[in-house]
């Protein structure tokens, strides 16, 4: 079995792990996104990114946390009813910018951690989406 | 008594405007803050404004210096969408004008980066060379910054002559090894003014996630052409310089021996360019029709590792998201830890030596 073959089952994941779209998926069930950064680093797979997606209608956003593991990427989606999630800024250190931009340009709270001043606009309130501000 | 000096957002020592705040004492840097977004023009909202062939064209405008790795790393994107595979003829022709573009890059920055170092005959050796370079991307698009080579599902435009593209590959494969190379990797100006100063350590490029030739400098031997092969990269010989002391003069190395390399693969391209069709099918495609509703595609840009995710809309003609990762905006927060502890005249050297762009981080 390889790495990537031992990773459901490292993290405790039931439902199979889906390749599509160039990322292997893993739903991450009741697992909190504290607890998958943990596993995550115990494996020593590199963060690569979050991509934050803002759904149709009121069903809130989509975050989907990237991972690579010996040059495969892995993907875990984490659907957001409100608009807070907590930060694990705290256990990867790579996922600072990316906080703060999907801070910025969403209006997604990443809980636990402090916030530097705006870094990618200048002197505007954070917090602020930007896809409503534009509409 | 410790004071802070701005350096930036416009400043001599910076290419592109970005600040660094330094906190000091006396001459040695203690701390630094960085800040970003002076680029900042919202391109990927605009691209949720675009359809799928404009969105192509928009993101090429991303970056100046890496355009093509932009179009590349969206086009294999769309093409995961899609299910389309570009056939081996347009694959090979990625690969030649991405290991162009990266050898301009290189060559762009090693300029720079002699320039910082107070060595400006140098400057100008690899601007004359890096000029020669974009002559040969000019042959093959017909432009010098935006080629417009890549469409979904194969390129835009063939090589005619490759036995003429692969001699002026050679002659200046042969400059590079007279004058460039045995410069920054031997001359004691390069090693004085580079040795021991910037360093990131290997934990804490580990921590900080840095890819390219600022990881491999630091002894990370991570490059997605060989971990993650895309366009024909599986089908060529070509080996990832790695350094380990992760220092400025690491850095120069490790790109220095890149240049080598991609030379290397340009030499093996050109001469395996095999023939045939320049794009799948009958060059339309379907977006109705697809395999996935969200795909992800990485390419290991001069800089480091670009990723693309893409998502389609339900009854539209334009993505519902194209996010970018690039790979300055997982190195530049490293920046802090290599100027902490330097003297304050090495900065302006030391943030050059991750080779940033920010027009690639604010998008």
């Known amino acids: 079995m390889t790495l990537l073959e031992s990773i459901p089952e490292k993290l405790g994941i039931t439902t199979p792990m889906v390749d599509k779209g160039g990322v292997h998926w893993l739903e991450p069930g009741a697992m909190t996104v504290r607890e998958l950064c943990a596993a995550m680093n115990a494996v020593k797979a590199r963060f690569i990114t979050i991509t934050a997606y803002q759904l149709p209608k009121e069903e809130g956003f989509r975050l989907e946390y990237h991972w690579d593991l010996d040059g495969q990427l892995l993907g875990f989606p984490f659907d957001l009813a409100g608009k807070s999630i907590e930060s694990i800024y705290d256990l990867c250190e790579a996922v600072d910018w990316i906080e703060r931009e999907i801070h910025e340009g969403f209006g997604i709270d990443f809980t636990g951690r402090e916030y530097e001043p705006l870094l990618l606009r200048q002197g505007d309130t954070p917090g602020v989406n930007l896809r409503e501000e534009a509409k | 008594m410790s004071y802070k000096i701005p350096m930036g957002p416009y400043h001599p020592a910076l290419e592109e405007p970005y600040k660094l705040d330094l906190i000091c004492d006396g001459e040695t840097v203690c701390d630094a803050k960085l800040h970003i977004g002076f680029n900042f023009r919202g391109i990927e909202h605009l691209a949720e404004t675009r359809n799928y062939v404009q969105v192509i064209a928009l993101m090429e405008r991303v970056c100046g210096i890496c355009s093509n790795i932009h179009t590349l790393t969206l086009c294999q994107a769309m093409e995961g969408l899609t299910g389309m595979t570009p056939p081996p003829r347009a694959q090979y022709i990625r690969v030649i004008v991405a290991e162009l573009e990266r050898l301009h890059s290189h060559v762009l920055w090693a300029g720079i980066a002699a320039k910082l170092m107070g060595f400006k005959t140098m400057f100008m050796t690899c601007f004359e060379l890096r000029e020669k370079v974009m002559d040969v991307l000019q042959a093959i698009s017909g432009n010098r910054v935006n080629y417009s080579m890549n469409r979904v599902g194969g390129v835009n435009r063939d090589i005619d002559d490759p036995q003429a593209v692969l001699k002026m590959v050679e002659a200046l494969e042969a400059e590079m090894l007279r004058t460039v190379i045995p410069i920054f990797t031997t001359s004691s ?96 495609f379907d977006f109705t029709k697809l395999v996935a509703t969200t795909s992800t595609s990485r390419v290991e840009a001069p800089r480091g590792e670009v990723m693309y995710s893409v998502s389609w809309k339900e009854n539209s003609r334009n993505p519902s998201r194209v996010h970018v990762r690039t790979p300055t905006f997982a190195n530049m927060p490293a920046v802090r830890w290599m100027v902490m502890g330097s003297r304050l005249a090495d900065t302006p050297l030391i943030q050059a030596s991750i080779d940033p762009c920010y027009s690639c981080t604010d998008r």
Not at chain 2, 221 to 234: G, N
Not at chain 2, 239 to 255: K, S
């Open chain 2, 189 to 284: 100006t390069a090693r004085s003014r580079c040795a021991g100063i910037g360093v990131l350590t290997l934990e804490k490029a580990l921590s900080c996630g840095v890819v390219g030739p600022t990881a491999r400098a630091s002894g990370l031997p991570q490059d997605l052409r060989r971990a993650a092969p895309y366009a024909a990269y599986s089908e060529l010989e070509f080996d990832v310089p790695v350094q380990q002391d992760g220092d400025v003069r690491a850095r120069l190395l490790v790109r220095a021996l890149e240049i080598m390399e991609t030379c290397k693969i340009l030499r093996q391209a050109l001469t395996k360019l095999p023939p045939g069709e320049l794009f799948a099918g009958d060059g339309k």
